[in-house]
């Protein structure tokens, strides 16, 4: 089964990768919180 951004080949929150890395930086996450938070907000090409 397909994921909605792999259906769509868009990610209307890759706009907020920028912003997602300085939080991940800051919180310090465990490694599993970040993945899944750079999957959800991959940056724009």
Not at 12 to 20: C, H, L, M, R, T
Not at 23 to 31: L, V
Request: glycine share 2%; aromatic share 14%.
């Amino acid at each position: 089964m397909e994921t909605l951004q792999e259906k769509y080949k868009y990610n209307p929150f890759s706009k907020y990768g920028k912003e997602i890395e300085a939080i991940i930086s800051e919180k310090q996450y465990d490694a599993d919180i970040t993945e899944m938070l750079r999957l959800s907000f991959k940056m724009e090409k």
